[in-house]
């Protein structure tokens, strides 16, 4: 029997599922990219639970020095901004992560913090 | 410094090392006195249930924060017209309608404080948030102030504005009236 690939139908840009970008900086401790990505997504599943998490669907696009880009579902933002209130400790180090600007775009944040 | 502490001094000799501004202790009895007296929490003001109101309205002028969480230390926020009212983030604490009324009239702003939170384990965290609901039902309700803050010294463990809103409005508040009554507070400062 011969396995026919189906290609997968493209969902066309006005149809897609909106999201945001929102912007964090990390204050007091130098992280590794790795442990913030761990780090981020553990307290964040211990706070919102498996359901919880999945309709925020948050994403870590982009992470420089101390500054990682974090997109989620439109809608979310507030959610996920008072989740990272309780991310306090990464890899034993004490942090506190400030949520700067939140947008649509990756391109607004990218300006504002001046990332290439 | 004219911020004053009040708690009932059984708590307050548990954590006793956060506070350096005045105090106003509450005492049950002359036993309880001595002891407050002689321990190191610089008290400069010990009063019991039987207090006068006159004696009370010395404190008008200060500004005033209850450690509160238990029956009488939230009576004597009330009492004593506190500014603030700080509730502890642990599965004891009381908070009721009647309370909460009290408090819309004094104009009292409840303080929830988190940092038990992050240190606790997912099941406790469930047990407090929703403690925490029940508060924020009760306020919202008879339209009672509340922000979101952490109850240590440790800078460390202060949230930034953003997200102290942020929880505040994932704890039901509407995010205008978060924003607001967290900007009287730091317009006060």
């Known amino acids: 029997m011969k396995i026919e690939k189906v290609k997968k139908a493209i969902v066309p840009l006005s149809k897609r599922e909106r999201k945001r970008y929102i912007l964090f900086e990390i204050l007091n401790a130098e992280v590794a990219e790795k442990d913030f990505y761990f780090g981020f997504w553990i307290d964040l599943l211990s706070f919102f639970g498996s359901k919880g998490l999945a309709e925020i669907n948050p994403k870590v696009v982009l992470f420089k020095g101390n500054k990682a880009i974090v997109k989620c579902q439109r809608g979310k933002e507030t959610e996920l901004i ?3 209130a309780f991310i306090e400790k990464i890899r034993n180090k004490k942090i506190i992560i400030n949520p700067v600007l939140t947008s649509g775009t990756i391109k607004t944040l990218k300006e504002y913090a001046k990332i290439e | 410094m004219d911020i004053v502490y009040t708690q009932p001094l059984k708590e307050l000799l548990q954590v ?15 036993k309880d006195e001595k002891v407050a007296k002689t321990n190191d929490l610089i008290p400069c003001y010990l009063i019991t249930d039987a207090t006068p109101e006159g004696e009370i309205s010395k404190l008008q002028s200060k500004k005033k924060a209850v450690v509160g969480g238990s029956v009488k230390a939230n009576e004597l926020a009330v009492r004593i017209k506190a500014e603030y009212l700080l509730q502890p983030s642990n599965t004891k604490q009381f908070f009721d309608l009647g309370l909460a009324q009290k408090l819309s009239a004094n104009n009292t702003t409840v303080v929830l404080m ?18 925490y609901l029940e508060v924020v039902r009760y306020c919202k309700q008879k339209k009672v102030k509340f922000i979101v803050a952490s109850g240590t010294k440790d800078p460390l463990l202060l949230r930034p504005p953003k997200s102290r809103e942020a929880l505040a409005v994932i704890l039901g508040l509407p995010q205008e009236k978060a924003k607001e009554y967290l900007e009287e507070v730091v317009k006060e400062k």
């Open chain 2, 16 to 30: 006793s090392t956060y506070f350096k501004e005045q105090l106003v202790v509450l005492v049950a009895n002359e």
């Open chain 1, 82 to 84: 008072a989740g990272t």
């Open chain 2, 114 to 131: 988190f940092e038990e939170l992050l240190k606790a384990n997912s099941f406790e965290r469930h047990q407090i948030w929703k403690n």
